[in-house]
């Protein structure tokens, strides 16, 4: 499940994943996408993602896998997103890094759980 953070703002989009995420949870942040670019602005997304020790998952996504097949979901906002950071367990890092690059031409930077206030200073002031 995607859970809104509550420094949600302006451009910035922030999000916390717990457990598996599907089509649902991307459905849920859509609307605040097209809310910033209709102002001009390009988004701003923070993605931090709980360990998941709890849950028998292989990945954050259902089944393991991302739940984005190309007939279900076209992700058309590549050009609208500035930067992402992804805060979560270095044991995520290269999986996640390249799970986010077709989908935008942002700026991708990978955080450790414990740099999660640096992580949330580089998508706000930066």
Request: net charge neutral.
């Amino acid at each position: 499940m995607l859970q809104l953070l509550d420094f949600t703002q302006k451009n910035i989009i922030a999000t916390r994943a717990n457990d598996l995420l599907g089509i649902k949870d991307y459905e849920k942040i859509h609307p605040f996408i097209h809310n910033i670019i209709g102002t001009g602005k390009k988004v701003r997304w923070y993605f931090e993602m709980d360990d998941c020790s709890s849950s028998n998952s292989t990945g954050f996504w259902e089944d393991g896998i991302i739940e984005v097949n190309y007939g279900k979901m076209n992700f058309t906002h590549s050009e609208d997103i500035e930067k992402i950071a992804i805060v979560g367990a270095k044991k995520w890092e290269k999986w996640m890094q390249s799970v986010m690059k077709p989908f935008t031409k942002a700026t991708v930077k990978y955080f450790d759980l414990t740099d999660s206030n640096k992580a949330k200073e580089w998508i706000i002031n930066q």
